[in-house]
């Protein structure tokens, strides 16, 4: 009789160990989980507190740099006639600050401001050129 017994004590032992077994590696399984999600909130916080550091630093920046840039000048506007031989360069020439501007911006602009789709301009009609001049 004692083997019978031993045999049941030995099956019911070692399934007792296989749900433990199971047990365990559930345990193990949420454990990790757990662990994947607090490091995933981590550099979830990481990412937001840089990011919000790098939205106000350039809010910060460019405002003070634009600011005294533009206090140092003055915007004008004048009506200029087109005479034979004008360009939109030859004109851009006598109004553009270079400090401010590159000509070619500036021509840029006169095309906008003027509606113009090329570089053509014809005599004796009008532009507006808003220039800038030091105060």
Do not use: H
């Amino acid at each position: 009789m004692e083997a019978v017994y031993q045999t049941k004590y030995i099956v019911k032992d070692s399934y007792d160990f296989s749900s433990y077994r199971i047990r365990l590696s559930e345990s193990k399984r949420k454990k990790a989980a757990q662990n994947r999600f607090r490091a995933l909130l981590i550099v979830a916080c990481i990412l937001f507190i840089l990011s919000l550091f790098v939205l106000f630093a350039s809010f910060l920046t460019p405002a003070k740099k634009a600011s005294a840039k533009n206090d140092l000048y003055e915007t004008r506007l004048v009506s200029v006639k087109v005479e034979q031989g004008d360009s939109l360069w030859s004109i851009a020439e006598e109004y553009y600050c270079s400090e401010k501007e590159s000509i070619r911006d500036f021509i840029a602009r006169i095309k906008q401001n003027n509606q113009l789709e090329s570089d053509t301009i014809y005599p004796d009609t009008y532009l507006l050129i808003q220039y800038s001049v030091k105060k």
